[in-house]
């Protein structure tokens, strides 16, 4: 069993790599060496398949298994996290319901086809299904893709609908920073011919009611559109070609600064140090209705169709969203771009801001929690006639939220219960398992939720600690006395108090 | 565009013949043609991968995805089903969390080998992802495993846990029979060491009381045990090495008749005649406590030492259905086999019953709805020291639920509502989508579930007709006298009623 030591100890070399933040070749390298030992071992395994009981070869397996999730960035939920999952996902449908959502579903699997060219310089994170013969699959990258094609398969041109599920992306698991390679996410989109920047207004709304509602802190919801930045790009001098390059450069303006991002248009991406000096200018400017107005008055800007449009729309948004009350964390914000290909209109994203001292009035966004934005064009291109269906969605980030409170929760002294268990039924004397199930029955037929120990005659002691330790509120005791009487006695775990009941 | 109607016919070919239940064979054959085509296809596609838009080659996008739904056995869930969806799945984990359940969840895809001989002749319908460099991964076939390895993994004695969640395999679907690849399962399992037969018996009584809470007709669980029918194969002289497959052939009892069974063990397994004849007394008995108490007699049997253990548990748990009021629908079957490698103690099967005609006492088994039943080895088959952790726990066959109730819902005249929403905010007439927008926003904030027309002048009769086609039930009409008197009219949209409120 030397190689499984050795094994354990590439496990452990790879692992402190990535605490120690190394370099990603580096980390790539020492992986690629632990994922060959580990197919030498799994080789060898193949010859006692029928042993796999023998402790010392599936010890391997466990050991894998933590390697897996170390390497693959999938992981599973245990009953806490998962009743803070809970928690977190029943406040979110119910704003989705409380806006009138219906529900829908679609397969974990796409045709691979279905999901070529709809995610840009993204795509070569999608993961395939193996080849066994049949159509070719991958697992779903978004949900807004088979969202469009749901929509163009079954002719659907109106429908407001959310969706909750997992997707897949073989992207650089960073599980420090809340990011997985199966993640679930939670979107919410209005498809329909409406009236211009009504339903955009709504999916802010939801935004700005989900982020109220779970108390992060405060946060910022920043918006662009697509057109204003293609008229921007346009009007700078950047060629028609170099648009979406140009884009996802602008794109990186949350993580790198100006300099670094210009440097990357100008040496990567081949554009003139003049065009992007004049982008510069343009996104760093961020404001509310007035910087919405003072563009509409630009002498370049407004020459431009797409930009006038875009800047029209946003005047609009931001009229609707001074109805709704909500404008005050609003910030029309030129640097924000977003990087997939489907966008066509109003893009947005919310983060969340922290005071980056105990003075000052500075907050600084410490990362982004929903995000979202128009796309009208992504029905077309799955319609056998190319027919647009207009569709605006918003995701909520719902990973992101999960590990912070994941971690608020560790911190405090908070215990979180994990069972809804109102009462345990409990014996004081011995050989009264008969009497326990008897009474559990009923409380279950009556709805209530119950537990017993199994076990024939457990101590009562016992019977009080697991209501201590589970946080279950009442305990129904069957004893002697009780059975004569025909009661039983119920007691309050917290206060030891007892009465009697019929 | 030749090709496209050629495969657009090639599909009929295999709708029909499904449709005629056509030899699989047959069937399997036209798929493969049809799979054909679309490659061919698919390969020319590639070279317009940047005219996706162009209609007519993404039309054949469009009927690729009716076929794959129809190959591959998976589907979309619209909003009606999801309704239904949704009612199930709440009954269902309110009955689970009356039983004090905690709820976990794992990825979907595992450590290939972590399936590997975990699923008899099963395996081979394990759905693998394409080797992109990395461990092997298989998606989940069920629940069960990855729950066994959660346990493993986190060295956890005790748990009691539900887990919903979709599972895959490469069946052959037969999706007017309720069969996908993609499907749900939804489990609900004991793990821990108790005194015998207590988690067990609660199994049952959840089953019990599921069933009989979504109405879904009279119902029978049939319930064995692995150690009764392995006692019963070596008392009747079937060799130790046949145990697992005699047993698949028993499996088959509910869909062959006994001659059938037989001709199979003595024919293709190579078992005795007069083996199969003892096995064929044997699998003909079902009855109650009776049954149990005639087998404890048995000349046979009750030498066996694993057989009379089983039956002694048997017994125990006869006595505890007995305390939970449900011993009437559950039948001790000889014949239940239950094909997963798995298990090792008590298996059961819960399955609908019809009556046979109008006159007569009989029914007849419609197919399975929920079946479980103990593993008392799976977790130690990924601990690294094989410490065992005895789990007992049961499925409930939840796409079989759906589609019968789906289909009932479809023969009644019953509107299934697919929103929630309480209140329309509609105006009488034009100019006032700010005044509609306005009150929204403040019924959104007091928690109201409010939609209004994304129409900058919708008319008040399209207004109405949203509500009577949606069902909801409330209209808030803002118009100008109401605006000048500061109220809005509330209107009662089934019987045209009006109040006024402030």
């Not at 990186?252 to 248009?265: F, G, I, N, T």
Request: glycine share 8%; proline share 3%.
């Amino acid at each position: 069993m030397a190689e499984e030591a050795a094994l354990r100890e590439q496990a452990e070399v790879v692992r402190r790599l990535k605490q120690d933040k190394a370099e990603p070749d580096e980390i790539a390298k020492e992986v690629a060496k632990l994922l060959e030992m580990k197919a030498r071992l799994g080789a060898d395994e193949g010859k006692h398949k029928f042993v796999l009981k023998t402790p010392k070869v599936s010890f391997g397996l466990v050991a894998l298994w933590v390697v897996l999730l170390e390497v693959t960035g999938t992981r599973d939920y245990g009953p806490k996290q998962m009743a803070i999952r809970e928690r977190v996902f029943s406040a979110i449908i119910t704003c989705f319901k409380r806006h009138g959502a219906e529900v829908i579903d679609t397969p974990v699997f796409e045709l691979k086809e279905t999901l070529t060219g709809k995610y840009g310089e993204d795509s070569k994170l999608i993961y395939d299904l193996k080849d066994q013969g049949g159509e070719l699959l991958s697992l779903r990258y978004d949900l807004t893709v088979p969202f469009a094609r749901y929509l163009a398969m079954n002719k659907i041109t109106n429908i407001k609908r959310y969706h909750i599920a997992k997707v897949y992306r073989r992207d650089n698991p960073a599980m420090t920073r809340g990011r997985y390679r199966e993640f679930y996410q939670c979107d919410f989109d209005i498809a329909g011919q409406f009236d211009p920047m009504i339903p955009d207004a709504e999916c802010l709304k939801i935004v700005h009611e989900i982020l109220s509602d779970l108390q992060l802190g405060d946060f910022l919801i920043k918006v662009n559109d697509r057109r204003i930045l293609d008229g921007m790009f346009a009007v700078c001098g950047v060629p028609d070609s170099k648009f979406r390059t140009i884009c996802s450069s602008v794109d990186k303006l949350d993580k790198m600064p100006w300099e670094e991002v210009r440097s990357e248009m100008v040496g990567e991406k081949g554009l003139s140090p003049e065009a992007a000096d004049r982008i510069g200018e343009y996104v760093q400017l961020h404001g509310g209705m007035d910087l919405v107005e003072k563009l509409l008055q630009d002498p370049k800007l407004s020459q431009n169709k797409l930009a006038k449009e875009g800047l029209g729309d946003m005047k609009l948004l931001f009229e609707y969203l001074t109805l709704f009350g909500i404008v005050g964390k609003i910030s029309f914000d030129l640097s924000l771009a977003r990087g997939l290909d489907y966008y066509t209109g109003v893009i947005y994203e919310a983060v969340l801001l922290q005071q980056e001292n105990n003075h000052g009035e500075d907050s600084v966004s410490v990362g982004s929690v929903a995000g979202g934005g128009r796309y009208d064009g992504l029905v077309g291109m799955f319609d056998p006639k190319g027919r647009k269906v207009p569709c605006v969605g918003v995701s909520i980030g719902i990973e992101r939220i999960f590990s912070i409170l994941e971690q608020r929760l560790e911190a405090s002294e908070e215990k979180i219960r994990t069972t809804e268990t109102q009462v345990l039924v409990a014996s004081a004397q011995k050989k009264l398992l008969e009497e326990r199930l008897k009474l559990i029955s009923e409380l279950w037929d009556a709805g209530i939720k119950a537990e017993v120990l199994y076990k024939k005659n457990p101590k009562l002691l016992n019977q009080l600690q697991y209501c201590e330790d589970t946080g279950i509120p009442l305990v129904a005791i069957v004893g002697e006395q009780e059975l004569k009487d025909g009661v039983v006695k119920l007691r309050v775990v917290a206060t030891r108090e007892e009465v009697r009941a019929a």
